[in-house]
């Protein structure tokens, strides 16, 4: 399947639904100085719901630690409004995301040249902090949104659609 297929059967789907997708891209987040591969590709597979509300994920987790339902979420400045459920874009709409509430993830690996150097980038991987927007919340609600292209395979709706270039 060709990314702009994929992209139209997501933006097709009308409700929440979970899945699961193996994800291939470069981490931003990766330290470059002094690191031997600083191009290596992170390779991760997380599962979760599509199609549904961050703001809703947090209140509905508020409720379940018996804490005030007062949380407003603030669109990221970066991401636009696609005019496709599910979907949104940078600025100048060139870049598909997913939005996705993780409900669990794979250990990621690094890979460089199809080796696995993920020991030995270790020490350049920068530490995830927890958004300060959730300092109330027990058990965090984990909220990615990858870029399409960064999707290699992902499983919904019985099936599962491999993505080429």
Request: some cysteine.
């Amino acid at each position: 399947m060709k990314m702009m297929e994929l992209v139209a059967v997501i933006a097709g789907i009308k409700t929440a639904l979970p899945v699961s997708m193996d994800l291939v891209s470069t981490d931003g987040k990766m330290r470059k100085t002094g690191n031997p591969y600083p191009n290596a590709l992170k390779h991760v597979t997380i599962s979760g719901m599509i199609g549904c509300s961050y703001e809703n994920a947090v209140n509905n987790q508020l409720g379940r630690e018996d804490k005030g339902l007062d949380f407003e979420a603030q669109k990221p400045s970066w991401m636009k409004t696609s005019g496709m459920p599910n979907l949104g874009t940078n600025a100048d709409g060139s870049k598909f995301y997913l939005p996705i509430k993780v409900q669990s993830s794979g250990k990621p690996r690094y890979m460089n040249n199809g080796v696995d150097v993920t020991d030995i980038v270790k020490p350049f991987i920068a530490k995830s902090e927890s958004p300060k927007t959730q300092d109330a919340l027990e058990n965090k609600v984990i909220w990615r949104t990858p870029a399409v292209e960064s999707i290699a395979c992902i499983r919904m709706l019985g099936a599962e659609y491999t993505i080429q270039g």
